[in-house]
C-alpha cells in the first residue's frame, strides 16, 4: 500500500544540524501515522519519533527530545524528521515507517523504508 523513500543523511560535525525527508507513494499516506527509527553501529533499532495521521499529536524519545522535530506534509506525501544539535551518538542508520496505529514499536509499523546514514564526527 505505501513505499516510502528516505533521504537527507549525510556526514554532520557534532552541534550541527540535518533534515531528513521520506516520501510516500500512494493515495492513503494521510490514513497512516508516521515514525523514525534508527539503528546505531551494533545496537539494536530503537525508536526516534512519531507523528500521527493528522500532526497533531508526536512522540520523542528521551535521547532526542528538544532536539529533533518530526513533521508531515500530507500534501505532498512526505514526512521530515529536522535534526538538531546533533551529537555523535546520534549516529545511525534512520528509517521511517507507517503504521494504522500509534506507537513507538518498530514490530507495529507495516511499511519501511530503505534508511539513510546520519553520521556525527566529533
Known amino acids: 500500500q505505501v513505499q516510502l523513500v528516505e533521504s537527507g543523511g549525510g556526514l554532520v560535525q557534532a552541534g550541527g544540524s540535518l533534515r531528513l525527508s521520506c516520501a510516500a507513494s500512494?493515495?492513503?499516506?494521510?490514513?497512516?501515522?508516521m515514525g523514525w527509527f534508527r539503528q546505531p553501529p551494533v545496537k539494536e533499532r530503537e525508536f526516534v519519533a512519531r507523528?500521527?495521521?493528522?500532526?497533531?499529536?508526536?512522540s520523542y524519545a528521551d535521547s532526542v527530545k528538544g532536539r529533533f522535530t518530526i513533521s508531515r506534509n500530507n500534501a505532498n506525501n512526505t514526512v521530515y524528521l529536522q535534526m538538531n544539535s546533533l551529537k555523535p551518538e546520534d549516529t545511525a542508520v534512520y528509517y521511517c515507517?507507517?503504521?494504522?496505529?500509534?506507537?513507538?514499536?518498530?514490530?507495529?509499523?507495516?511499511?519501511w523504508g530503505q534508511g539513510t546514514q546520519v553520521t556525527v564526527s566529533s
Open positions: 507523528i500521527n495521521w493528522s500532526g497533531g499529536v508526536t
Open positions: 515507517a507507517a503504521s494504522f496505529v500509534d506507537s513507538d514499536v518498530a514490530a507495529r509499523y507495516n511499511y
Open positions: 500512494g493515495r492513503t499516506f494521510s490514513r497512516y501515522g
